[in-house]
């Protein structure tokens, strides 16, 4: 047998469908971190019900049954087993521990919603109804944006808290939040910043949800929450910062180039704009966020899709910034692109 042979034979050997597999019973994973967060199994275990035995009187369920979730959420990493009972694993312990200041269980379900839709995803995407800007999010009242920032804001805050730090904002008087949602990023800024002020531009049921935690951290004397639309109306004026964050696949490259130049003639002269968003990386090989992020506008029927990096710059020269800059805001999920307004 001859070198070529031996190595199109190696290789032949080395392709097989584990991967393909996988990717088809991903569900079943989403499906066992739900039911765990449902019947509460990480909480259980950090106050000690830490075996099948204990978390099935906790849960209220066999221990049959609290078995084979607790088995399952080990082989995926969840948890940890030694010395015959389980620990949560790090992540797991921070974030998936009810009472627990930074508990993200209601972020981790935010797509749960969409669980029905997303097998149907075929005739989604085969529906001929044309899409709309804003898609479903255009019916959206204040009980369902209120669930949807609650959800958001349990990672919202820690990425507000992240853009204080990368951001020295010491020099700035007003910042316009588009699309602020629950005003996490405003409420950090300005309280990492006492001269600084907020304003929060987002669709009118949006903003009533807004000022309910504006009014929690007791900052309705600087920050104000705005109705309204930034695809078709006047941005709030007299601002030096502008942020744009987490809602970029939402709208389509025209819409952002729109947004973008609208931001751009409404900052005073000198000020800075920052797009945070799931970016796509100049190949369009991954980040797998920025896609699922693209993909789920198909379930809303608006006329988002993902973008890469290049394009976002491209937003920004096209509208006239300079000094225009890309850096990772949390790797493999957000990107940052920024840029000043001459003057």
């Known amino acids: 047998m001859n070198s070529n042979s031996s190595t199109t034979e190696k290789n032949s050997q080395q392709v097989d469908t584990v991967r393909l597999q996988k990717l088809s019973r991903a569900f079943i994973e989403s499906a066992a971190l739900f039911a765990a967060i449902d019947l509460e199994l990480f909480t259980a275990i950090a106050r000690g019900s830490n075996t099948a035995q204990k978390f099935a009187e906790f849960a209220e369920i066999t221990p049959t049954n609290a078995d084979r979730l607790m088995t399952m959420c080990a082989t995926m990493g969840l948890l940890e087993w030694s010395e015959q009972v389980y620990r949560n694993a790090p992540d797991v312990e921070r974030f998936l521990v009810k009472d627990n200041e930074k508990y993200a269980g209601p972020w981790l379900q935010f797509s749960r919603a969409g669980w029905q839709r997303w097998g149907n995803l075929t005739e989604i995407l085969s529906n001929p109804a044309p899409a709309s800007v804003l898609g479903t999010y255009s019916d959206m009242s204040v009980e369902s944006a209120r669930r949807y920032h609650t959800a958001t804001a349990s990672v919202g805050f820690g990425s507000g808290r992240r853009f204080a730090r990368q951001v020295d904002l010491s020099n700035r008087h007003k910042m316009m939040d588009l699309g602020g949602g ?50 078709r109306d006047v941005l709030p004026q007299g601002c030096d910062v502008v942020v744009m964050a987490s809602n970029l696949p939402q709208y ?84 940052r692109v920024s840029g000043r307004k001459p003057g």
């Open 182 to 231: 629950s005003g996490a990023y405003s409420i950090v800024a300005v309280e990492t910043y006492p001269e600084l002020e907020a304003v929060v531009f987002d669709l009118p049921p949006v903003v009533k949800v807004t000022r309910e935690f504006v009014e929690r951290h007791n900052l309705k004397d600087r920050i104000k929450a705005v109705g309204g639309d930034f695809t």
């Open 252 to 335: 389509s490259a025209d819409i952002i180039q729109q947004v973008v130049s609208k931001a751009f003639g409404a900052l005073l002269p000198g000020g800075e704009m920052h797009l945070i968003g799931e970016m796509l990386d100049d190949e369009r090989r991954g980040p797998v966020d920025a896609a699922i992020w693209g993909l789920n506008e198909a379930l809303s029927n608006s006329t988002g899709v993902a973008h890469t990096r290049r394009e976002c710059v491209d937003f920004f020269n096209q509208a006239g910034f300079t000094n225009v800059s890309v850096v990772d805001f949390i790797p493999d999920i957000l990107v």
